[in-house]
């Protein structure tokens, strides 16, 4: 991968470890799946590489669909999350799948769950690419792909100020690049 944009790290997960990875968790889900239609939601923007890759690996029937959050206040830990963009049906009786790209206090899932909850699903199931150690021990995972450390990352759908999203790894981001600025 010869030299590293000037603000990363170091590489947490290369472009093969994230493939194996994915196909793995697309074939488990394809497994637990099978003979159903899975409603997957993906969450914006963060997720949606990782959504086009894992969906495409999946081998049973499915459709996608996508919500959009923002934290209300980014400084606190309050937890509150706004939703921007709605799902575009209503999911009452379906098997929901949801699609995260990296939990880090467990605050927004947790919400999330409760919402979709609410609209009588016949299941709702989580999945998210990456997770931080710190992560709210009561929110649980039913697919994950990767445990990291408590550091910003970036890239494979992940972001820092909208940039680095489109990196094919996924990195630590260097603290002077984001210290200045509050997450
Ligand atoms: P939560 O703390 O689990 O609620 O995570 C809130 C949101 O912050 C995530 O869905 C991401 O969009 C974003 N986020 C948290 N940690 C990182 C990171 O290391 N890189 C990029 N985005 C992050
Ligand atoms: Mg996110």
């Known amino acids: 991968m010869g030299d590293l944009p000037g603000d990363i790290q170091r590489i947490l ?4 470890e994230i493939e194996k990875r994915v196909k793995e968790l697309a074939d488990q889900i394809s497994n637990d799946y099978r003979g159903k239609r899975l409603y997957m939601v993906g969450i914006l923007k963060g ?3 990782f959504m086009a890759d894992l969906t495409r690996a999946l081998s049973i029937p499915h459709v996608v ?3 959009a959050l923002s934290s209300y206040g ?11 963009m709605d799902l575009r049906e209503p999911i009452e009786n379906q098997h929901v799948l949801i699609v995260e790209d990296i939990v880090d206090t467990g605050h927004t899932l947790a919400y999330l769950q409760q919402v979709l909850k609410g609209r009588s699903p016949a299941s709702l199931r989580t999945c998210a690419l990456v997770r ?5 021990a009561d929110v649980t995972l039913d697919y994950l792909g990767f ?8 890239g ?8 680095f999203r489109t ?7 260097k603290p002077e690049a984001y210290a200045s600025s509050q997450k």
């Open 13 to 16: 997960i290369t472009p093969e």
């Open 47 to 49: 997720a949606f590489i």
């Open 65 to 67: 669909d996508f919500m």
């Open 74 to 84: 980014k400084t606190t830990q309050s937890g509150a999350v706004r939703i921007l």
């Open 132 to 136: 931080k150690t710190r992560a709210r």
């Open 147 to 154: 445990e990291i450390p408590d550091v910003w990352v970036v």
């Open 156 to 163: 494979y759908g992940l972001d820092f100020a909208d940039r």
């Open 167 to 173: 990196l094919s790894y996924v990195a630590e981001l």
